[in-house]
């Protein structure tokens, strides 16, 4: 599978962008599902995941009550809703898969097998 990002952009503090994710070549129903970044010369973070079936979902505590990750395995898609957005949330997002099993989230960046490009998100002050 391969998997590509878009949405990134530049948006005020307090405002919302929603990242999309779209895979090619199979099936992401397989697949656990995450959203990752990297700011700045710091090192690459776990940002969101998503079961296979979208049941179970997970987050880094500075993202949550602010992003929503979801899928939808018809169109074979994975998004990022992300609100609230806060000038250190400025990165380049990524999304990954990981074959996983029914109701399985992963946080663990060394887990992922597969990776899309990343896509930037600019929050200004």
């Known amino acids: 599978v391969q998997l590509q990002a878009s949405g990134g952009g530049l948006v005020q503090a307090g405002g919302s962008l929603r990242l999309s994710c779209a895979a090619s070549?199979?099936?992401?129903?397989?697949?656990?599902l995450g959203w990752f970044r990297q700011a700045p010369n710091k090192e690459r973070e776990f940002v969101a995941t998503i079961s296979r079936a979208g049941t179970v979902r997970d987050y880094a505590d500075f993202v949550k009550g602010r992003f929503t990750i979801s899928r939808d395995n018809a169109k074979n898609t994975v998004n990022l809703q992300m609100n609230s957005l806060k000038p250190e949330d400025t990165a380049l997002y990524y999304c990954?898969?990981?074959?996983?099993?029914?109701?399985?989230?992963?946080?663990?960046?060394?887990?992922?097998?597969?990776w899309g490009r990343g896509t930037l998100v600019t929050v200004s002050s």
């Open positions: 070549g199979r099936t992401i129903a397989a697949y656990v």
């Open positions: 990954a898969a990981v074959q996983g099993v029914t109701g399985q989230t992963i946080t663990s960046i060394d887990r992922y097998t597969v």
